[in-house]
């Protein structure tokens, strides 16, 4: 068996640095911030102390340290991700798949325990007196104690697992193994990661030419020196061609807290007035956040290679918040706040240039790469959608660069370039049609006509698209045309004969259409025939600027008032249900008997749908009457 020489347990390491890097940056902005706070920031560094002896090694900072209520909230539990789901998991899961849950869920420091039989850490927060010891065997559970001589920073040993090259578990108390997984996972860290190492003392120093004359052998005399392991070199001060992808996916988890590879690397470099580069990432799986209130958001900003802050929201709308990465910008001032970057037009520049940039990043992916970009889209593309209402600069590129579900495919979603392609040559307009799902859509009468005259329709079944149809009015010149709203016109060039019929038609179903239409008054604003039915008897459609049903419920399900609106119901002439009922009222004056089918042709089309029926008792109610009647 070849064991690889690096594992996902080796992984531990870049955590614990990556956090105590964190540390360092928080207490050097504190420290800058807080006059009074007495700390020192002249050497912040982080150290690997490892003991082969013992078994234990031991990452230290002298960073921001944890208060003890900290530990708690942040340590104590598996506190990050929230759910106890992930520590069910990690309880009931065999020891290989623990990782892969680790990895899945991203906890960082927890990852410890993938080599660890026990760990302790000591910390304590700068500005206050007494430190706090923790220790547990990562079962769930854990001690606290108070450490009064905790030096300030934070100390985390391990008593590490034995050895064992099976299952990728290295020896983490050998220097060269120290050296090696630092100088591959993280070199990039900006604060310095020394390790005390021990060394022959150099001849000249050690005075032994003295020793060699005499011809004895003397004991090699070793000296103890600190090595820096790491480079400290900002990557994206580095020209791209310089920097291996694997350097630049190792910077990607530390800066994201993240666990998988980059699905694109994007860098930006800008010279002239104003200078700063940026380098971006979008990542492969979605975190768990993406979509609550509280999350992290992903940009960090740094003024000429100097940390400022982590989730720098100024520099990348809401839309592209899965957007991770650094900028650094040259001009601004290093004690800049949130406040000044909300207002600061330098800020708002870099921020229009990474947009664009991130767009056509998902273009070119789009273009060149369907597998990536089918990862792309199922993790972010109901959040990229967003853009569509929040950003209307944009809308055209972020429409190009979207797919959408259509009748043309069962699985395989179309750009709207292609779409267009596909038109033919009397189409002008992008059809759609809005719902709750696809199946729901695929079931709804609007779409008859369309199936049997071979116009593809999209399907939009994501919340947000019931949202930027109303926004975004056209793609490439072409108008977006709900089936389900307005009047449609397929057969745009029809004959004369063919509106001599249309219009014969019309007038024998007037008597009929104009007393449904007082008959079913409270439910709808008009009853007319349809051109859009091929089989059902009816369906209800919207005027052009109404809202759909499903959008009414969204802002009802949001907290917002919303009147019902009534829709124009529309009924096929062509059907017997439809054809039956006019028959039944040309023969008779006393049209009250009638009413009942009036009622349910208009919960037929609701039903088809998928809609709610307002009274469905009622309903039921009549049906039943109407089949007795029939089958008695
Ligand atoms: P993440 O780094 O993604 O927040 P971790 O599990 O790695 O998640 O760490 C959890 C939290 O514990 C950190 O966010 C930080 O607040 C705190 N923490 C961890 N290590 C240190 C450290 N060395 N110094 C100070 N705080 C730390
Ligand atoms: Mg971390």
Redesign the pocket.
């Given at each position: 068996m070849v064991h690889s020489i690096y594992s996902n347990k080796d992984s531990f390491l870049r955590?614990?640095i990556?956090?105590?890097s964190?540390?360092a940056d928080?207490l050097r902005i504190e420290g800058l911030r807080d006059k009074d706070l007495d700390v020192d920031i002249s050497d912040l560094h982080i150290r690997l102390t490892p003991d082969a002896q013992a078994r234990t090694l031991t990452?230290?900072?002298n960073?921001?340290?944890?208060s003890r209520d900290?530990v708690v909230d942040?340590?104590g539990t598996?506190?990050?991700s929230g759910t106890d789901e992930l520590r069910r998991a990690l309880a009931d899961s065999s020891e290989e798949n623990a990782d892969a849950l680790i990895g899945q869920f991203?906890?960082?420091?927890?990852?410890v325990f993938m080599v660890a039989d026990r760990v302790t850490?000591v910390?304590r927060k700068a500005g206050e007196s007494v430190g706090t010891r923790w220790e547990s065997t990562g079962d769930g559970t854990y001690t606290l104690d108070d450490a009064p001589d905790a030096p300030q920073?934070?100390a985390?040993t391990l008593a590490l697992k034995p050895v064992d090259d099976d299952d990728a578990v290295h020896d983490y108390a050998d220097q060269t193994v120290l050296r090696r997984l630092v100088t591959k996972y993280s070199d990039f860290i900006s604060w310095p990661i020394r390790m005390t190492v021990t060394r022959p003392v150099p001849l000249d120093d050690a005075g032994s030419e003295e020793g060699a004359e005499d011809g004895e052998r003397t004991e090699p005399t070793v000296e103890e020196v600190d090595e820096t392991l790491n480079s400290q070199k900002a990557l994206w001060a580095r020209p791209r061609d310089e920097v291996s992808e694997q350097e630049y996916a190792d910077f990607y988890r530390h800066v994201s807290?993240a666990w998988d590879d980059p699905l694109e690397t994007i860098t930006v470099r800008a010279e002239g007035t104003f200078e700063y580069q940026a380098l971006l990432f979008i990542p492969t799986q979605a975190p768990f956040d993406l979509f609550m209130r509280e999350r992290?958001s992903g940009i960090h900003l740094y003024v000429k290679r100097v940390f400022i802050m982590d989730d720098a929201d100024e520099l990348m709308p809401e839309y592209l918040r899965f957007v991770r990465g650094v900028v650094d910008a040259a001009d601004l001032s290093l004690n800049v706040s949130r406040e000044i970057l909300q207002q600061d037009r330098q800020i708002r520049a870099i921020r229009r240039r990474l947009v664009k940039k991130v767009i056509s990043s998902i273009q070119q992916i789009q273009d060149q790469r369907p597998e990536d970009y089918t990862t792309f889209w199922s993790n972010f593309g109901r959040v990229f959608k967003e853009g569509l209402m929040s950003d209307q600069d944009n809308a055209q590129a972020i429409l190009k660069a979207s797919v959408f579900a259509s009748t043309r495919s069962d699985d395989e979603p179309t750009t709207l370039d292609d779409y267009i392609s596909r038109m033919s040559s009397e189409q002008d307009v992008i059809y759609y049609m809005t719902g709750e799902s696809r199946t729901q859509i695929e079931k709804s009468p609007h779409l008859e006509a369309f199936r049997a005259k071979g116009i593809e329709v999209l399907l939009l079944s994501d919340p947000v698209d019931e949202v930027w149809v109303g926004a975004v009015p056209e793609f490439d010149g072409k108008q977006f045309v709900s089936v389900a709203k307005g009047v449609v016109d397929l057969d745009g060039d029809a004959d004369e004969s063919d509106t001599d019929a249309t219009s014969q038609r019309d007038e024998q179903f007037a008597p009929l259409l104009s007393w449904l239409g007082e008959t079913l008054a409270d439910d709808v604003t008009q009853v007319r025939l349809s051109s859009r039915l091929t089989d059902s008897a009816a369906c209800l459609v919207g005027d052009a600027f109404s809202m759909t049903p499903q959008l009414e419920k969204l802002y009802r399900a949001s907290g917002q008032e919303v009147p019902t609106s009534k829709r124009i119901l529309e009924l096929n002439p062509d059907n017997a249900l439809v054809t039956a009922l006019r028959t039944a009222f040309e023969s008779g004056d006393d049209h009250t008997t009638l009413i009942p089918a009036a009622r349910l042709v208009h919960a037929t089309a609701v039903l088809a749908e998928g809609g709610d029926l307002e009274d469905p008792a009622e309903i039921a109610r009549l049906l039943a009457a109407t089949l007795t009647e029939n089958l008695g």
């Open positions: 955590e614990l990556s956090n105590a964190d540390a928080k990452v230290s900072d960073g921001i340290g944890m900290e942040l340590i598996v506190a990050k991203g906890i960082g420091f927890y990852s850490m910390t920073g934070t985390i807290h992290t």
